[in-house]
Every structure is written in C-alpha cells, then in structure tokens.
C-alpha cells in the first residue's frame, strides 16, 4: 500500500489553504516551508491547513510529517485495558515513524550514491570498483576527449602507413622497372621516404608514451597517471588519490549513519513485532465479544419484543378501566354534591341548635344563683355540660325514613355526628339504604365518612358500599378513599373492588399525589384476566427483609433492565452502548446490525475458527458527497488459508443543510457483503459482514454514498477493521 510522508506543491498567487496529503497522530508533527523557510500555519481542518501569511506565486510549499521518536505516545501498564484507540495509536506512531525513515534512507542514500553508479545504472558499492568509476568518470571530461581525438588521429595513421605499405609493395615492381625519378634512384627515393615516415611515427610513438602503454591484448591504453594531467597543474593520478581520499571518508559516515538507523529500524520493529503480538491477542477478545454480543443481543431484542407487546395490551387495559373508573368517580361525585348539599341543611340546623343552646346557657347562668342551692352534683354536672356546649358546638342528627308504597319500598337511615369550632371541625357521617322497586331491582347502598380539618389543614375517609341486583345482572362494589390536604398538596389512596355477574371481578389501588398516579390493576373476565402496574419504578423484596430489588423501569415509554438472566429468548433488533461479560460461550452467531458503545470483557472463548491479522485503516481526507459511490478506505487482506474475512465499519458523517440521503456498504473481493443508508441528521453508521475466500489477497473496501456536497465524512471519521478467520 503506497504512502506519503512529504509533498511540494507550487503556490499560486495569494494561495494559503492548502491539504494535509497524508495521516497524522498531533498537529505538532507537521512542518510546513515555503520557498525553503520555515512557515506558520493554523488547522482549517483535520486535512486542510492555512498559512498565516500568503505565499507568492511560483512559491514550492513543502508540507512533511516529522512523528516523534523521543516518546511513545502510548503508555502501557501490566493489568490496564487496552483500547482498540491505544493500540492503533501505539501502532500507527511505529509505522509513521518507519515510513519518514525510510523516506530519508532513501533520499540520503539515493543522492550520495547518484554520483557512482555505472552506464547501465547499476549502484557500486565495493570500494576498489568505486575508484574505477571515479577514474572512468574522470577520463570522460574534456581531457578524456583530446585523448581520444589524438588516439583517432594515430589510428588514422596508422591506416595511412599499412595502406602505403601495401601500395609500395604493389609498386615495387614498377619502380624497379624506372630505376630512377628526379635524377635520383629509385631505392634513394624511397630510402628517404622511409627514414621521413620512421620519424614521424617515432614522434607519435613518444607522444603515445607520455599517454600510456598498449595493454597485453593491444585491445586498450593503459593510462599513465603520472604523465596525464587534468589541469595544467595536476596529474591524473593526484585528482584520483584525492577523490579516492574524499570518497572514502564519505563512504564511512554514510557506513556509520547506515548502521545507527539500521539499529534504530531494528528496535522500532521489535517494539512493533511487540504490539503487532497484543494486537492479535486483542484481535481475538473482540472477535469473541463481538459474537458474544450478538447472540446476547438477539435474546434480549425477543424477550423485550414479547414484553413491549404484554405492556402494550396492559396499557389498553389500563386505559379500559380508567374510562370505567372515570364514569364511576363523575356518578360518585353527584353523590357527594348531593350529601353536601344535606351537610350544608345539617349545618344550618346545627347552627340554629347551637343559638338555642346559647340561649339556654344565658338562661341557665340567669338562673344559677336561684339554684345554688341545689345539690352540688347537679351543679357540677350542669357546670360541665355548660362548658362542653360552649366549647365544642356539638351536635348530633340522627333521622331515620321509611317509605313504602305499591311498587316500592326503600329505607334510609341516616346519622351525623360533627364539631365544628372557628378554627376546626371534625364530622363523622354514616348514611344507609335500601330499595326494592317493584320487584325488579334490588339495591343496599352504605355511605360513611370521617373528616376532619383545622385551617387549610384536612382529612378525611369515605367508604361506599353497594350491592345490586336487578333483571340484568347483579353488582357488588366497595369503594374506598383516604385523602389528606396540606396547603395546595392534596394525597388521595382509592381502593376498588367491584364483581359483576359472577363472571367478571376487578380490583384496584389508586394513590394519587397532585395528579401524579401509581397503583395496580388486577381484572379477570374468567376468559382472560390482567396485572396493570402504574409506577416509575418497580421493585421486589424478599420476606427476609433484604435489599430491595428493581428489575426493571419504564422511562420515555422504553423498558430498561439493569440486570437480567435469560434462559432462552431471542432480540430481533438491540442496541447495546454499554456492556461488562464476566464469561461467554458462543457457538455460532448472525448480526444484521450492532451497535456497541463500550464494552469489558474478562473471560471469553470461540467455539470454532481462529481469528488473527487484524487491520485497520482511517480515511486520510475529508469527503464531500457527490450524488454516487466514493470509497472512503480500502486496503488488500492477504489469506495464507481458506478462510473468512471479518469486516467492521464505524463513520461519523457531518450536515451542513438539513437531512440529506446517504447510504453505506462493505465489500470483500468486490462483492457486497452489507450495505445501511438513510436520511436523518448526524447518522452515525456501524457495519458489519464477512466473506468466504480461498486462498490469495482480497481487496476490502468501505464505499460511501453522499447526497450532495452539504453531507461529509471528516478525516479520521471512518474506520474500517478487518480480521482473518481461518477454518
């Protein structure tokens, strides 16, 4: 997989913004130059930067990552829990680092070396052959070329000479014949030619020396150092000492620096063979949690399907009786209107008896005197009667009514017993009924009640009761309430228990604090009966008086259970966000969709199949949506086996203008193998799947679907995680 640790880009005029080409741990690595100086910059985003100063056209702007080496960024401790985010830190910062190395290997080494590779491009590195290539190098300058017009001059020569040799001797027989030219001899004439061209080619042969010797095939010249100059000043071979020296001295230090960086490598891939060592355990943990999770989740999605739908039909329930009981509280309500329209009679006669007894005591104290003379007990007890009448205003109704006639014959009795004083009263009523009308209604009702109030202060009990019985049906209900008043706080505890016809009972507690209502409802039609509870929280405790025990609570019309022990269920669809699993076992398991926020697990094992060769790879560049299919991350899993290729995808997409379509998919060896869209704000996308393969190396990939340009997916926001499962 290609990457890149540095990259110049040309300026143009009044440019600032420019992109971060490649991934980094901390803005601090980052070094920015324009024009070969250092330049100040701030974060636009996480892969774009801004210069504080604008460059100038034609400017190179270098932008490098430089990844600290003098600390880890990640501390391990024996007994902490690794993080998939730690791990991937400790990793990444190793592979950064190993990337800018051998970046800088490569760029020091490469320019050293340039200058001492041979025709064919070939690097020399064993240091005799790199004289000779110096040497070579040295005999192609300008001196290199004088030397080899003057040897094509020789040559030209000596093709001249073998040429005038052939020609002589094809003409010897010719000048033998003339005998003489010029007056002179044939063989003077040519006895002086020759002694000429022997000269001539003594003074090339000497120039030739100067140069160098014939090798011992006469294929080639060996140089004569010593002879050779490069400068007017300097020979050959001293260039070539100096060179060798200067050579030899880089050589080392190139050899030194070699070796420290080798040795640094070295530690680096131990620490990294290190990691990559607990990665692959954690690998396995969160594989394993991973399919723990999954069956977890599928059971609890059932069990809270099936308990959604029991509290559904109870609230229908609920909502039935709370009709019923509203019809029942509006008929008993009459029924109080009318008994305090019978109080409010009461009262008046209350009031009158209570002038009277005034009367009677102003009376009485008229007479006193005249009957001191009475005895001492009927004194006493008048004193005290006075007292208590004064004091209390008491007074006591009793009426009892029967009618009867032709078609009906009712029965009433009623009783009131009450104290009523400037700053209190107390009352105690009891009323009692009974109706038979013309044989075809049977009713006895009872009505008591206690109260009792001193300022804005009050409480009070009311108990009814009736049976009924009538060609329809028969009714049996008591009703019972105890309220109490404090101010504006009024607390009501109503009990029902009603049964109909023989077929049909029901019984309910009501408390009811300012109209926020708890109780319970059971009802039993004989066919199908019901247990509604009305609380915010719901507990058990056992008879031994021990902790209390909540095992579940309703809050925003959604169950939570903080611990549960499922025997056998199944979850259609959960999200888990926080999960701690002492021990799993799983044997095999299918996830459409899971969402997980965090998780611990201590001990877990895998039925089948090893997972190992984890990766893990980040979009470096934020992503704007274009109306089609972009990839976010992609990287080749190489499998040594038949196996499975496990794949899990997080990204976290951004909108500037309001919901817009996105959709999201996996695919292993091109292939689909999951794929989730939608259109709400702020999805955040968890995907998951996994593909069958034989042996070789398959492309995995993350492929994002954008609407348009307001929807994105920021730098380092998706995550894709693959692991090989080999069968």
């Known amino acids: 997989m290609t990457y890149t640790t540095k990259s110049v880009v040309v300026a143009g005029q009044g440019q600032r913004d420019f992109d971060i080409p490649f991934p980094y741990l901390d803005a601090s690595h980052i070094q920015v130059r324009v024009a070969g100086n250092a330049a100040t910059w701030s974060l636009v985003t996480s892969g774009r930067l801004r210069l504080d100063f604008p460059a100038n056209a034609g400017n190179a702007v270098e932008i490098s990552r430089h990844t600290t080496i003098d600390s880890a960024l990640v501390q391990f401790q024996n007994g902490a829990v690794l993080t998939a985010e730690d791990l991937n830190k400790a990793v990444q910062q190793t592979l950064f680092v190993q990337q800018e190395l051998s970046d800088l290997y490569t760029s020091s080494i490469g320019n050293t070396l340039v200058q001492i590779a041979n025709a064919n491009g070939v690097v020399v590195t064993d240091p005799s052959n790199i004289v000779s290539m110096i040497a070579e190098q040295a005999l192609n300058t300008s001196a290199l070329a004088s030397f080899n017009a003057r040897v094509a001059d020789i040559t030209a020569n000596s093709q001249s000479i073998l040429l005038a040799q052939t020609q002589l001797q094809n003409l010897t027989t010719t000048v033998n014949a003339l005998g003489t030219f010029n007056g002179q001899g044939i063989q003077t004439v040519l006895q002086n030619e020759t002694s000429q061209r022997i000269a001539g080619d003594t003074a090339i042969t000497t120039q030739l020396n100067l140069i160098g010797a014939a090798s011992g095939d006469g294929k080639s010249i060996i140089l004569n150092q010593g002879t050779v100059k490069v400068s007017p000043t300097q020979t050959l071979g001293d260039y070539i000492s100096g060179v060798a020296s200067s050579l030899a001295s880089n050589l080392a230090a190139i050899q030194t620096e070699t070796q420290t960086r080798a040795d640094a490598v070295s530690s680096l891939a131990s620490q990294y063979t290190t990691l990559a060592a607990r990665t692959s355990a954690a690998e396995s943990a969160i594989v394993t949690n991973y399919n723990t999770l999954s069956t977890t989740a599928s059971t609890q999605a059932q069990a809270l399907s099936s308990l959604v739908s029991r509290m559904n039909a109870a609230e229908s329930s609920i909502a039935t009786n709370y009709t019923t009981l509203t019809g029942t509280t509006s008929t008993q309500a009459q029924s109080i209107t009318t008994l305090t329209s019978r ?261 877990n094992k895998i039925a089948d199949g090893t997972v190992t060769g984890m990766q893990q790879a980040y979009n470096g560049s934020i992503m704007n949506g274009n109306g089609g299919w972009q990839t976010l991350v992609s990287f080749t899993v190489p499998m040594d086996y038949p196996g499975d290729i496990l794949a899990m995808v997080t990204l976290k997409q951004g909108f500037t203008a309001g919901a817009r379509n996105w959709g999201a998919r996996i695919k292993i060896d091109g292939v689909m193998v999951f794929s989730s869209g939608g259109s709400a704000i702020a999805d955040s996308v968890a995907l998951s799947g996994k593909r069958s393969v034989g042996t070789g190396s398959f492309l995995v990939s993350v492929e994002w679907y954008g609407q348009d340009g307001s929807l994105y997916v920021d730098a380092g926001l998706a995550s894709l995680i693959s692991f090989r499962r080999y069968k």
């Not at 504006?488 to 016809?501: E, K, M, V």
């Not at 008086?545 to 669809?573: E, R």
């Open 343 to 603: 109080m409010s009679n009461a009262e008046s006669n209350i009031s009158a008896n209570a002038s009277a007894i005034a009367a009677n005591t102003s009376t009485i104290s008229a007479n006193y005197s005249t009957l001191s003379t009475a005895t001492s007990t009927q004194a006493q007890a008048l004193t005290a009667l006075t007292s208590r009448v004064t004091a209390a205003e008491s007074s006591i109704i009793t009426e009892a009514n029967t009618r009867s006639s032709a078609d009906t014959a009712m029965a009433q009795q009623f009783t009131l017993l009450g104290a009523k004083r400037a700053d209190g009263q107390a009352w105690i009523l009891d009323e009692s009924k009974v109706l038979v009308d013309g044989g075809n209604t049977s009713l006895g009702t009872r009505l008591s009640g206690l109260s009792a109030a001193i300022g804005n202060v009050s409480s009070a009990l009311a108990t009814e009761t009736t049976a009924r019985v009538d060609a329809t049906g028969a009714l049996a209900t008591s009703l019972t309430n105890l309220q109490t008043t404090v101010g504006n706080n009024t607390a009501t505890i109503s009990t029902l228990q009603q049964t109909t016809n023989g077929l049909s009972a029901r019984y309910s507690v009501a408390v009811n604090i300012n109209g926020h209502i708890s109780g319970f409802l059971l009802n039993s039609s004989g066919a199908t009966s019901t247990f509604a509870v009305v609380a915010d929280n719901f507990q058990i405790v056992s008879m031994n008086g021990a902790t209390a025990l909540q095992p579940f609570s309703v809050t925003g019309g959604k169950v939570y259970i903080d611990s549960a022990v499922i025997k056998d269920g199944s979850i259609t669809s959960a999200q888990i966000s926080n999960v701690t699993i002492g021990t799993a076992q799983i044997a095999d398991a299918s996830i459409s969709r899971l969402k997980l926020g965090d998780q611990v697990v201590d001990y």
